[in-house]
């Protein structure tokens, strides 16, 4: 199970990479903070759907007052969650088609 996702910034646009571990998911992370362009914002858990910003935004987090920590946490999770269910909803579409094209293959031939 994909339970955790890595949420990075490229080109203006948020993206994410599955992980099955939080220590898999750190690493990926950590790979991404030595790639050019691509901008490391943290981990989601699906499970219990929580963030875990990477290091220097955690710094950043931890200075803002409550509200704003608030605001960030719904913020970031929302996109997490956003991601994730735009990949399942896309997954399911593919599957679907793959399974057509699949049927008919014996008609076509």
Known sequence: MNRFSVIYLLRKQYHHIYCSTHEEADAVL????????????GVYDAKTE?????????????????????????????????????????????????QLLQADLPELA
């Open 30 to 41: 950590a790979n991404l903070l030595t790639k050019e362009g691509y901008k490391p914002i």
């Open 50 to 98: 929580l963030f875990f910003w990477e290091p220097i935004r955690q710094h950043q987090y931890d200075k803002s007052s409550i509200g704003k920590q608030g605001k960030l946490g719904d913020q970031i999770v929302r996109i997490a969650q956003t991601l994730r269910h735009h990949d399942e909803a896309n997954q399911g579409q593919a599957n679907s088609i793959s």
